[in-house]
């Protein structure tokens, strides 16, 4: 699957992304180069966002946005489950928010999801993130309503700044070619 629009191609990772999606990831939710981007989580959880050994593990459902110079500059992952797909490790380069890479990310894995089979799309974003989930509300997401707890204590997803941390589920239905 490859596919180039406005600036960007999107495709497929495969093993050798694995450094620059964690690159990328760590650079647009951790530490104080993410406060470039408006999608940090610096001021919530403290410590890594992922490792290579979990991006390798998602390789094959891993896409990737790159740049005309073949840089990585934003990644989803798209894990089909039971009849949906569930989105997660979404990254834009912190000074390329806001341009559209992350709007045509996000649409091209709607589209490989229902291409798949996928009924829906689910994800999970941190509640207090307000401005995250009204950006997917905007782009047809709805709140189920349900919240999932933070893992506390499992040093893989952060070390909670906070005690108040938990998920909102966000679920977009969708339109299935006949």
């Not at 990328?24 to 940090?40: I, K, P």
Request: glycine share 10%; with cysteine; hydrophobic share 40%.
């Amino acid at each position: 699957m490859l596919r180039e629009t406005a600036g960007v191609r999107i495709r497929n990772a495969t093993p050798a992304d694995v450094d620059a999606v964690v690159a990328l990831v760590e650079s647009a939710y951790r530490g104080e180069s993410s406060r470039a981007g408006w999608t940090t989580e610096a001021d919530l959880l403290d410590g890594q966002r992922t490792d290579p050994a979990e991006v390798a593990s998602v390789v094959d459902h891993l896409v990737v946005a790159e740049d005309e110079d073949g840089q990585v500059v934003g990644c989803c992952t798209l894990v089909p489950k039971d009849g949906y797909a569930y989105f997660g490790m979404f990254a834009v380069r912190p000074g390329l928010q806001g341009g559209g890479v992350g709007s045509q990310l996000l649409a091209r894995a709607e589209e490989l999801a229902a291409e798949h089979g996928a009924k829906h799309v689910e994800m999970t974003v941190i509640t207090s993130r307000t401005e995250l989930i009204a950006y997917y509300l905007r782009r047809g997401y709805v709140d189920t309503g349900e919240h999932r707890p933070f893992p506390y204590g499992d040093d893989r997803f952060g070390r909670p700044r906070r005690d108040d941390l938990a998920f909102t589920v966000l679920v977009k239905q969708l339109v299935t070619q006949l």
